[in-house]
Nanobody
Framework: QVQLVESGGGLVQPGGSLRLSCAAS????????VNWYRQAPGKQRELVAT???????NYADSVKGRFTISRNNAKDTVYLQMNSLKPEDTAVYYC????????WGQGTQVTVSS
């Protein structure tokens, strides 16, 4: 069984930064890729970033150069550093991994507004 808990969301002005954390329980974390998704009101959930067990990262075009995904396997935690935030980044952000089935966290709200 895997549990994922996101934290770090909040209200930030355009151009600001936030760091999201995803803490995992369960023994599979260190050898599975982990994803960050987001869902804005009225829109489909979209993949934002992925990090492999070895630390290789991929990003959606909309966040390349602004967001950085990283992981600390010793702490069973994945991070999403978000810089130069824009109003269109406003969404609920979810941590996800797949091990025999999909696991999702409860989400953390990010609001970018002046």
């Amino acid at each position: 069984q895997v549990q994922l808990v996101e934290s770090g969301g909040g209200l930030v002005q355009p151009g600001g930064s936030l760091r999201l954390s995803c803490a995992a329980s369960g023994s599979v974390f260190s050898f599975t890729p982990v994803n960050w998704y987001r869902q804005a009101p009225g829109k489909q959930r979209e993949l934002v970033a992925t990090i492999t067990s070895g630390g290789s990262a991929n990003y959606a075009d909309s966040v390349k150069g602004r967001f950085t995904i990283s992981r600390n396997n010793a702490k069973d935690t994945v991070y999403l550093q978000m810089n130069s935030l824009k109003p269109e980044d406003t969404a609920v952000y979810y941590c996800n991994l797949y091990y025999r089935r999909n696991y999702w966290g409860q989400g953390t709200q990010v609001t970018v507004s002046s």
